[in-house]
């Protein structure tokens, strides 16, 4: 989902940023300059320059400048054939958000006689309107499977966007936080990584540990 920064974020940046910078060079590598990502895109079948996955990946608490979702995608049909295809889908806070793109644009018909399984790997979960909007295809359809792998939560602490993550769950969505071995293969499936290997950044299995706990929290104990 688009992020939109919130004030409260924008308080945040500078401690954010003083945070990064006692790691070490973490800090040259958040201020890196990255190239221009365009505007809103659907990408099928190809893989995204290292320098997105690296900064809109990153679980980082306070997510200061990052202002697209980047949303991984495999879908596997199974009927009388098995086919499978994966790719990504980026958006912009003003587009489309990718969640929607994914439904319009990438998994335009769902055939009633077919099995789907679908997974996604976001950098950040669904926004209260596209998790409503979520649960309402998975009730509609039960022949899908979706499971979301979700780098970062967005807006977390407010009261709609965690009972969208509930109407998900409810509705049979299986939601998961990256760990490191979903950020290994993200790497290897839908980076152009150029045969450079993943290296995890220093606080990724805290930060991956400290969201878990939020989401298991918001999904079993509201």
């Given at each position: 989902?688009?992020?939109?920064?919130?004030?409260?974020?924008?308080?945040?940046?500078?401690?954010?940023?003083?945070?990064?910078?006692?790691?070490?060079?973490?800090?040259?590598?958040?201020?890196?300059?990255?190239?221009?990502?365009g505007p809103f895109q659907t990408i099928i079948g190809q893989r995204m320059p290292s320098p997105f996955f690296k900064f809109q990946f990153k679980?980082?608490?306070?997510?200061?400048?990052?202002?697209k979702t980047f949303l991984c995608y495999s879908v596997e049909k199974e009927g009388v054939d098995c086919e499978r295809s994966e790719g990504y889908?980026?958006?912009?806070?003003?587009?489309?958000?990718?969640?929607?793109?994914?439904?319009?644009?990438?998994?335009?018909?769902?055939?009633?006689?077919?099995?789907?399984?679908?997974?996604?790997?976001?950098?950040?979960?669904?926004?209260?309107?596209?998790?409503?909007?979520?649960?309402?295809?998975?009730?509609?359809?039960?022949?899908?499977?979706?499971?979301?792998?979700?780098?970062?939560?967005?807006?977390?602490?407010?009261?709609?966007?965690?009972?969208?993550?509930?109407?998900?769950?409810?509705?049979?969505?299986?939601?998961?936080?990256?760990?490191?071995?979903?950020?290994?293969?993200?790497?290897?499936?839908?980076?152009?990584?150029?045969?450079?290997?993943?290296?995890?950044?220093?606080?990724?299995?805290?930060?991956?540990?400290?969201?878990?706990?939020?989401?298991?929290?918001?999904?079993?104990?509201?």
């Open positions: 989902m688009a992020e939109k920064q919130t004030n409260e974020e924008n308080k945040k940046v500078d401690n954010e940023k003083s945070a990064e910078g006692e790691t070490g060079g973490e800090a040259g590598t958040e201020n890196e300059e990255l190239p221009d990502p679980n980082v608490e306070y997510s200061s400048g990052r202002h889908v980026e958006d912009e806070h003003s587009g489309t958000h990718a969640e929607n793109a994914f439904f319009t644009d990438v998994f335009q018909e769902c055939d009633g006689s077919l099995s789907y399984t679908i997974i996604w790997y976001v950098s950040s979960s669904p926004c209260a309107a596209c998790a409503s909007k979520i649960a309402e295809y998975l009730s509609k359809c039960p022949n899908v499977q979706l499971t979301i792998f979700i780098a970062r939560l967005f807006m977390w602490e407010e009261a709609e966007v965690q009972q969208g993550l509930r109407q998900m769950h409810l509705a049979g969505c299986r939601l998961r936080i990256m760990k490191a071995p979903e950020y290994n293969y993200c790497w290897n499936t839908y980076v152009d990584n150029e045969g450079e290997a993943f290296a995890a950044w220093e606080d990724l299995h805290d930060s991956s540990t400290l969201y878990e706990e939020k989401l298991n929290e918001i999904l079993h104990h509201a």
